[in-house]
């Protein structure tokens, strides 16, 4: 079955933006399309206050709702209608009977020019020209049939535009004593509501436009600065796992400071430490395979003429053999699997404060009672030097510094004699604590002692099945795990030899 492809973030990011545009530009096209009506709404709200004051000032002075009594009301209340456009009044009808825009000085006039003359609300005459003459038959039209076929006892907000203006009219019922007797219609230009609106259409476009160009630069940045370099992780990582020859340089990476950075560091020593250990566990088993074939070989030597022999103290002289090359073959796989199994826990392992010598104490004790259990005249002394209260304490991991000491102290044991003294000095230094151990030995025939720390070392004690080569190459890698070092000398003065472990302190 084929894999399915996944998407990449900078995809996904940019969908999910997508998206969120989407539903925020469908709530702008709800709230724009009621931008309007709500404007239009809050004007008709204070039409309904000058018609209140309109039927109220009517009633009080008694006004008959006649067209010559209505515009004697017009003429002598310009005051109330100052802030509108026009204020109309219809009878039951839908008949125009007032208006503040038509106070004609003579009635014949619309029959015998195309030129209106009018007087305004303030007593001035102008003249009204045919598209103007127009507009007032057109909305004296629109009033009408909203008299007729649309009204229903509640008051109605006409909108319309004309010639690029537009207009808003509230037409309410005029009711004296319980019955109805015409129309009010007020009407004012309102064309501030359009560009209300085109303010704030304007205005969210501009802000979809700065937007979109933050998440442009945002999606540029996070694609460049984030998402390659991780991309080409990922193909670093890809070609170290399908162990491809193709060349892929993260180095630009290391000077990086942040995550990103920090990641591509963290990811190259994981690998520089994952090709150790496996060209480390290659050579581990190359150097196996041949120190197991040496005692095989004499093993098989030895079992070919122990069948042949029949003489008991040449059979008894084989048999040792055997059985000393059979020890040394399962110290070899006995010592090889802890050792796999160390390096694997290492990794797991959490350091903490220790005190180092208690360690050293604790495991010299074991080390005493063992020889005085098998009747061997080896004693262990310890010397502290230059130790403040706080110098012998460590950050390590408590049992790996026991195998430590337990593996040099073997080591010097199993090359002294009778009656001979091992030495562990115990001294502070300003960073270090360190640990000198010495032996009365033979001490080393090579002219360079560091080599008994690789791993199978040639120089071994005559009791070899009971040491594989492998304790102090061990304990070389525990010592490098701590950050500490190190090295072996003969002594100077004194036969023998000495080793010397230096541990950071804690601090």
């Known amino acids: 079955m084929k894999q399915k492809k996944s998407a990449s973030i900078l995809r996904k990011f940019l969908l999910f933006n997508l998206g969120v545009f989407s539903v925020l530009g469908l709530f702008t096209i709800v709230y724009l399309k009621a931008v309007q009506p709500n404007l239009v709404k809050k004007r008709a709200a204070n039409h309904y206050v000058i018609i209140?004051?309109?039927?109220?000032?009517?009633?009080r002075l008694k006004i008959n709702f006649t067209k010559k009594d209505l515009r004697t009301f017009l003429l002598s209340t310009r005051f109330l209608f100052q802030s509108l456009d026009r204020v109309q009044f219809f009878d039951m009808d839908g008949n125009l009977i007032g208006d503040t825009n038509i106070l004609d000085l003579d009635q014949n006039v619309f029959t015998r020019s195309d030129i209106i003359i009018e007087e305004t609300i303030d007593g001035k005459i102008r003249k009204k020209n045919n598209s103007e003459k127009l507009?007032?038959?057109?909305?004296?039209?629109?009033?009408?049939?909203t008299i007729l076929n649309k009204y229903q006892n509640e008051p109605i907000t006409i909108s319309e535009k004309f010639q690029n203006n537009f207009f808003v009219s509230t037409l309410s019922r005029i009711n004296f004593e319980n019955k109805d007797v015409g129309y009010i219609v007020v009407s004012e230009q309102a064309n501030d509501i359009l560009n209300a609106v085109k303010e704030r259409k304007a205005f969210i476009i501009r802000t979809v436009l700065a937007v979109a160009l933050v998440i442009l630069i945002f999606s540029l940045f996070l694609n460049k600065y984030i998402l390659k370099p991780i991309g080409l992780l990922v193909s670093y990582s890809e070609a170290i796992k399908k162990k491809s020859n193709k060349n892929i340089d993260i180095k630009n990476f290391f000077v990086r400071e942040d995550e990103i950075g920090k990641l591509t560091k963290s990811i190259d020593e994981m690998t520089r430490e994952l090709q150790k250990r496996t060209t480390r566990a290659e050579t581990f088993s190359n150097d196996l395979a041949?120190?197991?074939?040496?005692?095989?070989?004499?093993?098989?030597?030895?079992?070919?003429?122990?069948d042949k022999t029949t003489k008991k103290v040449e059979s008894e002289k084989l048999l040792t053999i055997i059985n000393h090359d059979v020890e040394r073959i399962e110290r070899l796989i006995t010592d090889y699997s802890q050792m796999l199994k160390d390096e694997a826990t290492w990794s797991r392992e959490r350091m903490s404060k220790i005190n180092l010598i208690e360690i050293i104490n604790n495991v010299a004790e074991d080390f005493r009672q063992d020889l005085k259990n098998q009747n061997k005249k080896i004693d262990i002394v310890i010397?502290?030097?230059?130790?403040?209260?706080?110098?012998y304490y460590i950050l390590g991991i408590e049992n790996r510094l026991e195998q430590v000491v337990a593996n040099l102290l073997d080591n010097s044991i199993s090359f002294s004699e009778e009656n001979n003294k091992i030495e562990i000095n115990i001294e502070e230094n300003l960073n270090n604590i360190g640990i000198l151990i010495k032996d009365e030995g033979p001490g080393f025939s090579e002219t360079s002692p560091q080599k008994i720390f690789k791993r199978f070392y040639s120089n071994r004690p005559k009791s070899f099945g009971k040491h594989s080569g492998l304790g102090l190459n061990i304990?070389?890698?525990?010592?490098?795990?701590?950050?500490?070092?190190i090295s072996?000398?003969?002594?100077?003065?004194?036969?023998g030899a000495q080793v010397e472990v230096l541990l950071p302190k804690f601090s």
């Open 52 to 59: 209140e004051n309109t039927v109220d000032h009517l009633q």
């Open 135 to 145: 507009a007032t038959e057109q909305n004296k039209n629109l009033v009408k049939e």
């Open 290 to 306: 041949h120190e197991i074939r040496n005692p095989l070989a004499s093993l098989k030597s030895a079992s070919e003429l122990l």
């Open 383 to 391: 010397k502290k030097k230059n130790i403040s209260e706080n110098g």
């Open 475 to 485: 304990v070389k890698n525990i010592v490098e795990l701590h950050s500490g070092t």
């Open 488 to 495: 072996a000398s003969n002594r100077v003065k004194k036969r």
